[in-house]
């Protein structure tokens, strides 16, 4: 799994987007754009391969195909960094850390997710504490086991129940991108 980030100019982060196994990071660059905002940050660490933008501006003239499916994924993107976005500014911090924790189990394909809470309050765009606050909510409910540097998801079903609409919106987005990316 593939964080994509953004940073403000105090150093603050947060994550936007998430690209997996059946993404690719860097669109703006394949469709033109010379640089690229955000920061890729991979966690856990993760095997890829890379092609140079130079290389892939030049094949995809020769390859529509190609150029389809990288447009689609992009449009999928965009609609997930939009909820995404809704999500942060209208949802609980618990609703927000159990909907990165489900996208994050289902990327990564484990209930054992090794996170920090200084990471978590990276992506999620808040403070350490308030982290530590949802985590300890979610604890308490049975719903993770949350030990230094490791989340463990215990209850998956209720940690559905914990979050807002916005998992299951970004769940259908990619159900309906699925067929056109590949």
């Known amino acids: 799994m593939v964080s994509i980030v953004i940073e403000i100019s105090d ?3 947060l994550e936007v987007g998430v690209v997996t196994k ?3 990071v860097g669109g703006l660059l ?3 754009q010379r640089t690229n905002p955000y920061r890729m940050i991979c966690q856990p660490p993760v095997d890829g391969f890379r092609i140079k933008v130079e290389a892939m501006q030049q094949i995809l003239p020769s390859a529509p195909d190609l150029r389809s499916r990288l447009s689609h994924y992009a449009n999928f993107q965009s609609l997930r960094v939009s909820q995404i ?3 942060n500014r209208f949802h609980e911090i618990e609703q927000r850390l159990a909907r990165w924790l489900l ?3 289902d990327r990564v394909g484990s209930a054992s997710l090794p996170f ?3 990471f978590l309050a990276s992506m999620l ?3 350490r504490a308030s982290v530590s606050i949802a985590a300890g909510i979610l604890q308490k409910a049975g719903f993770i086991q949350y030990r230094r540097g490791a989340v463990r998801i215990l209850s998956r079903k209720n940690l559905e129940h914990a979050t807002c609409e916005c998992y299951l919106t970004i769940k ?7 067929g056109s990316i590949g």
């Open 172 to 178: 259908q987005f990619e159900a309906e991108s699925e």
């Open 103 to 105: 996208m994050s189990q």
């Open 30 to 32: 394949a469709v033109g």
């Open 85 to 87: 976005a809704a999500c």
């Open 125 to 127: 765009g808040t403070g």
């Open 11 to 13: 150093g603050r982060t």
């Open 116 to 118: 920090t809470h200084e």
């Open 22 to 24: 059946k993404g690719f």
